[in-house]
């Protein structure tokens, strides 16, 4: 159980061009989802904190209108890149916290974006 | 101060040997804390919970909570190649709404 699948796994794009990536609990309703970007050879970076049906919470430094986030359901959040530069080439990862759980939070597999 | 620390590595030990991974963190009111196991190129993947202060034990892994030193580790017994991997050590903080991870110590298995 608790298996959090995240789409596309790799992508390519074309600066100036936007990027949705998606993340969905498979098997539980999660409350709360988060998406982190990692950057190589260092830890996660919560990036913000998102609840179903409300508007996110981004951390500071996040620029919100370059980073859009949509939690329509309680199974489903998109992170979407707008306007990408080569800078935002990372590794973004979305993780989801199971309502009731014991808070503990379950990652998807990550997607790795390459700007060009 | 970092909200969640842990020495970088890498940690290198021989097959079969106890591997002991440690994490202090700040935040005297954060009550849940996990360790988390990262492939390179991967995601993390949840490895064990602790709540209480004490021992928890799941398999070959032991999670050591002391809230008063604010300290936690991860021992891991009968180490494999196969636990080569950065090990994320993260801690509730704020309130406990977000989940704030420390920059991972790297554990090098040796045959």
């Known amino acids: 159980g608790a298996v959090v699948s995240q789409h596309p796994s790799w992508v390519i794009c074309k600066s100036g061009t936007s990027v949705k990536i998606e993340c969905r609990s498979l098997?539980?309703?999660?409350?709360?989802m988060f998406w982190y970007r990692q950057f190589p050879k260092q830890s996660l970076m919560l990036m913000a904190t998102?609840?179903?049906?409300?508007?996110?919470?981004?951390e500071q430094g996040v620029e919100k209108d370059k980073f859009l986030i949509n939690h329509a359901s309680l199974t489903l959040s998109t992170l979407t890149v707008t306007s990408a530069h080569p800078e935002d080439s990372s590794f973004y990862i979305c993780?989801?916290?199971?309502?009731?759980?014991?808070?503990?939070?379950?990652f998807g597999e990550g997607s790795r974006l390459t700007v060009l | 101060q970092k909200e969640v620390e842990q020495n970088s590595g890498p940690l290198s030990v021989p097959e079969g040997a106890i591997a002991s991974l440690n994490c202090t963190y700040s935040?005297?009111?954060?009550?849940?804390f996990f360790w988390y196991r990262q492939y390179s190129g991967k995601s993390p993947e949840l490895i064990m919970s602790?709540?209480?202060?004490g021992d928890k034990e799941d398999g070959r892994f032991t999670a050591q909570l002391n809230k008063a030193s604010q300290y936690v580790s991860l021992l891991i017994r009968d180490s494999q190649p196969s636990d080569s991997a950065t090990y994320l050590c993260?801690?509730?903080?704020?309130?406990?709404?977000?989940?704030?991870f420390g920059t991972g110590t790297q554990l090098k298995v040796e045959l």
């Open positions: 993780s989801a916290r199971r309502a009731g759980g014991a808070g503990e939070l379950f």
């Open positions: 098997d539980f309703q999660a409350t709360t």
């Open positions: 998102s609840n179903e049906g409300s508007k996110a919470t981004y």
């Open positions: 935040d005297r009111g954060s009550q849940s």
């Open positions: 602790i709540y209480s202060n």
């Open positions: 993260a801690v509730f903080t704020g309130g406990g709404n977000k989940l704030t």
